[in-house]
């Protein structure tokens, strides 16, 4: 009922706003941003109406980068709705951004977008539109919720808001499978929640096998052999390195691309020697330009030459070195030195070499990190990479919030990161002893 109420009000007020202005703005045959228009409760509002000739054009303006299964429901519905308003429409556009356009000088808008015809998948979807609607209907309009199992459906395309169907589950249940997909499904739908239940006939893959006889028997998985064969791998000096980006749809500076990663703060703890305290190095750009310059000057300047640079999931800290090295050849030379210095904290916990079952089956820092060393990102002011990256931007670009305490939590959690892996390592040689 709460949400029948809140579709109504919304239409209401929309309508108030949109809908005669969008008549009116309809006869002049002009383009028309956002025009809505109302078929039996669906309201319908495409980004861009163009005139072509007795018909209009539907344009539907997108972020992304290209074409997703999402969007052409999205532009099947708007079709329905203006077709059924007796606005006959021609062809159906999306337009997403080129991510293969790279910046350089001014910004060239007709290379950043990229206009898709999507008209023919659009009409195939088109097809039992109606029935699906009046399935929606039935929905809303029930007093009863519908008996639906959970499953991927609640975080694709979307996160559900209604997350709390996920509260009644056990602790580590199916859906922590390390890459169960399908097999999670299924499972629940068999009536199997937790992982120590999963039946013996049940074929799991080496990774997923560890998970349920960590859970069953209640234990901690080490494989005290790959783990030292890891060990093994590190020279000293080592260094513990993180990055810190930012990213915008729209490139603000040369050389980047839609959503590139542009790195605007690093951590490095160096230990020189076996048994010596660790050093820590930090940069946090501070001026309300291009940040990359003075990031690579930084971090050539505490990185040295030799030894072990060890990052947690090496893929991003590498993809930001190599970028940097494309951008500024003269320092592309260092950076090659660097990359194949690189070792990755990930792999032992990706391969379970090590898995605890409070890492509920994720090998990301922020689970391994507390599951063995018992310390964690809990109560700090910024705890994960997505807010410092708005933080940042906000108070460096925007203008907005309290720039010295935003600056000293970010520097706090950064280190964080770093410190975090030096403790983890300490704790990896403590276990196989
Ligand atoms: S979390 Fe959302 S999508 Fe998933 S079952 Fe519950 S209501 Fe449905």
Request: hydrophobic share 35%; with cysteine; net charge neutral.
């Amino acid at each position: 009922m709460a949400l029948t109420c809140r579709l109504r009000i919304t239409l209401k007020i929309l309508k108030i706003l949109n809908l005669e202005d969008s008549e009116n703005a309809l006869k002049k045959k002009k383009l028309l941003f956002e025009a809505g228009f109302e078929f039996k409760d669906c309201f319908s509002r495409a980004d861009i109406l163009f005139p072509d000739k007795n018909k209009w054009d539907i344009i539907e303006v997108k972020s992304g980068t290209q074409v997703k299964d999402i969007n052409i429901h999205d532009v099947s519905f708007q079709k329905y709705v203006y077709e059924n308003k007796g606005i006959k429409i021609g062809k159906c556009f999306l337009m997403h951004l080129n991510n293969e356009y790279i910046r350089k000088g001014e910004l060239d808008i007709e290379k950043l977008f990229i206009k898709e015809d999507i008209t023919k998948e659009v009409e195939e979807h088109t097809n039992g539109i109606k029935e699906r609607i009046d399935e929606m209907f039935k929905i809303i309009n029930s007093e009863k919720s519908p008996k639906v199992s959970i499953g991927n459906q609640c975080k694709d395309p979307y996160e559900c808001p209604v997350c709390h169907c996920w509260d009644s589950l056990p602790e580590n249940h199916v859906f922590c499978l390390y890459r169960g997909g399908k097999l999670s499904c299924e499972l629940y739908d068999n009536g199997v929640e937790a992982i120590k239940d999963i039946p013996d006939n049940i074929k799991l893959n080496d990774k997923q096998d560890i998970q349920r006889d960590c859970e069953i028997h209640k234990k901690v998985h080490v494989d005290k052999n790959e783990v030292k064969q890891f060990l093994k791998k590190l020279e000293y000096p080592l260094h513990y390195l993180d990055f810190e980006t930012f990213s915008t749809a729209i490139p603000m500076f040369d050389g980047l691309k839609p959503y590139s990663n542009v790195p605007f703060q690093f951590s490095l703890h160096v230990i020189r020697k076996e048994g010596n305290k660790p050093e820590h190095y930090e940069f946090l750009y501070g001026g309300n330009g291009d940040p990359r310059k003075e990031f690579i000057l930084a971090l050539k300047k505490v990185l040295g030459d030799s030894g072990s640079v060890i990052a947690y999931n090496q893929s991003f800290e590498t993809g930001r070195l190599k970028e940097l090295g494309e951008y500024f050849p003269e320092h592309k030379k260092w950076v090659e030195g660097v990359l194949i210095r690189i070792i990755d904290l990930l792999v032992p916990f990706r391969e379970f070499s090590y898995y605890n079952p409070k890492q509920h089956g994720s090998a990301s820092i922020k689970k391994v990190l507390p599951a063995l060393t018992g310390k964690s990102y809990e109560g700090m002011d910024i705890g994960e990479g997505g807010t410092a990256s708005v933080e940042f931007f906000n108070t460096t670009y925007n203008n907005k919030g309290d720039k010295k305490r935003i600056r000293e939590s970010l520097l706090k959690y950064c280190c964080l990161d770093t410190e975090g892996m030096v403790w983890i390592v300490d704790k990896l040689r403590e276990i196989v002893k």
